[in-house]
């Protein structure tokens, strides 16, 4: 069983950072791509980031692109996500997730709970 547990959210102003961690227990994190995915209030869930097992190959959604940075280290078992020049838009709970190098939901086995990251003035 795999357990992922996020931290590092909170409350910023726009144009502020954030960073997002996810730890992860079990030993199956290092073999499996993690991704990064956020809901806002009244929408459904959507991408955000992903990176492969060892960490040379990433992807992002076109609305992060250039302010947000997803790595991992696989000898702490955790992922993370830098996020710079934040927007109000980027209000949401943010979740990682462990499965396939894949933008899509259904790709991911395990969840984690969430974190909540706001950016209002």
């Known amino acids: 069983q795999v357990q992922l547990v996020e931290s590092g959210g909170g409350l910023v102003q726009p144009g502020g950072s954030l960073r997002l961690s996810c730890a992860a227990s079990?030993?199956?994190?290092?073999?499996?791509?993690m991704g990064w995915y956020r809901q806002a209030p009244g929408k459904e869930r959507e991408f955000v980031a992903v990176?492969?097992?060892?960490?040379?190959?990433?992807d992002y959604a076109d609305s992060v692109k250039g302010r947000f940075t997803i790595s991992r280290v696989n000898a702490k078992n955790t992922l993370y996500l830098q996020m710079n020049s934040l927007k109000p838009e980027d209000t949401a709970v943010y979740y990682c997730?462990?499965?396939?190098?894949?933008?899509?939901?259904?790709?991911?086995?395990?969840w984690g709970q969430g974190t909540q990251v706001t950016v209002s003035s």
């Open positions: 990176i492969n097992w060892s960490g040379d190959r990433t």
């Open positions: 079990g030993s199956i994190f290092s073999i499996n791509a």
């Open positions: 997730a462990l499965g396939g190098f894949s933008t899509r939901q259904n790709d991911y086995l395990y």
